[in-house]
Nanobody, 119 residues
Framework: QVQLVESGGGLVQPGGSLRLSCAAS????????MGWYRQAPGKQRDLVAAITSGGSTNYADSVKGRFTISRDNAKNTVYLQMNNLKPEDTAVYYC?????????????WGQGTQVTVSS
């Protein structure tokens, strides 16, 4: 019914920047909250940033001041601008969205995109 497709991951040097995108498509009536999570090897999947349909945002302390989440409701797309990247930011980043489909809310996940910060 709904697919979340991520793009923008890759290899970057410490201090560099990346911009992740996640576009939702399918039988979407509307999208409530959207967010980015990340998971490093041996670690749990943690919230990086989230944004509500009204534009309110929430960030993990470790990325506050460096990352910015935004969304384009007309395109059903959420972005994560990542600046001043650090090696500890290395992880698989997953897009998440609460999508209204046929009067019900479903939690969807993207396939994940690898972000590697290394010199």
């Amino acid at each position: 019914q709904v697919q979340l497709v991520e793009s923008g991951g890759g290899l970057v040097q410490p201090g560099g920047s990346l911009r992740l995108s996640c576009a939702a498509s399918g039988s979407i009536f509307s999208i409530n909250a959207m967010g980015w999570y990340r998971q490093a090897p041996g670690k749990q999947r943690d919230l990086v940033a989230a944004i509500t349909s009204g534009g309110s945002t929430n960030y993990a302390d470790s990325v506050k001041g460096r990352f910015t989440i935004s969304r384009d409701n007309a395109k059903n797309t959420v972005y994560l601008q990542m600046n001043n990247l650090k090696p500890e930011d290395t992880a698989v980043y997953y897009c998440n969205a609460d999508v209204v489909v046929y009067a019900k809310i479903y939690d969807y996940w993207g396939q994940g995109t690898q972000v590697t910060v290394s010199s």
